[in-house]
């Protein structure tokens, strides 16, 4: 039987690698993109084709419509028919507070946050919509506990696009429901990444009532449960992974 076909956002480091490894582990093919560290990517993509999955490694930056419809043409040319799509990649600005802010930063951080998972979103359900001629499918998107806390001092528009993911999730779960796609949300807390880790930011700790910054792996885990017939009844529904925080 043909493998199911998952596309993650953001795969090359951190969570969407994760995600990536647990996906072919579970025995998708996978399409993931990078915006600039192609090495990174290719060794995720080499891991992928260990396991005996298929791996296709596109350059896309989020924050432009054309290399996000790209990116889903080339998973349609060479993988073939999409099944999950993981809106996983995100960036932060950097720390400040919003009286400082610039604008140039703050449109990037909701394009690429946000916008973006709009566009990837449209393309995502044009292909699922048993409306239109397909066979329904999953969509995960990258919250964050930050959406709810709002990053005062620090990083409120990254706050403000991750609190945009939450109404979309409830919004396009909502309208795709009849056509057989799936939109949930995943919230995580602090995870050690290169954006965020104990090291840079040891202070977080403390806010963390487990104790402790969270893994990559324990975010991939809720995304793959989302995604898979596991969580068939399962839509606009936001699961946290963040030590509860
Ligand atoms: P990383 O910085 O470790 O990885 C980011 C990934 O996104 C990389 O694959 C990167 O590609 C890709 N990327 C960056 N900019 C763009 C862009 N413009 N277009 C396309 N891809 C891009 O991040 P994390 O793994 O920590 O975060 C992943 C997601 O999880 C993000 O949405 C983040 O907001 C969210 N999150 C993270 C938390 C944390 O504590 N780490 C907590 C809550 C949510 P490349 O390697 O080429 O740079």
Request: aromatic share 6%.
């Amino acid at each position: 039987m043909a493998s199911p076909i998952m596309l993650v956002t953001g795969g090359s480091r951190g969570i969407g690698a994760a995600i990536v490894r647990l996906a072919a582990e579970r025995g998708y093919d996978v399409a993931f993109n990078y915006a600039s560290r192609r090495d990174e990517a290719e060794k995720i993509a080499d891991e992928v084709r260990a396991k005996g999955q298929r791996a296709l490694v596109v350059q896309a930056d989020m924050a432009s419509e054309a290399d996000i419809v790209n990116m889903f043409e080339q998973t349609d040319a060479e993988l073939g028919r999409l099944d999950c799509m993981v809106y996983n990649a995100g960036i932060g600005p950097s720390p400040g507070r919003l009286a400082d802010a610039d604008w140039g930063e703050l449109r990037r951080v909701m394009d690429v946050n946000l916008l973006g998972a709009h566009i990837a979103c449209r393309e995502a359900v044009k292909r699922m919509s048993t409306e239109r001629g397909g066979q329904g499918g999953s969509i995960v998107l990258m919250g964050s506990r930050a959406g709810y806390y709002g990053a005062p001092g620090r990083a409120i528009v990254y706050a403000t696009s991750k609190g945009g993911m939450d109404a979309l999730n409830y919004g396009l779960g909502k309208e795709v429901a009849a056509e057989g796609i799936r939109v949930n949300l995943v919230s995580p807390g602090p995870i050690s990444t290169d954006m965020n880790n104990e090291q840079s930011a040891p202070e977080r700790v403390k806010e963390i009532p487990m104790g402790r910054y969270g893994k990559p792996e324990e975010v991939a885990s809720a995304v793959l449960f989302l995604a898979s017939s596991e969580a068939s009844f399962v839509s606009s529904a936001s699961l946290m992974v963040s030590g509860a925080r």
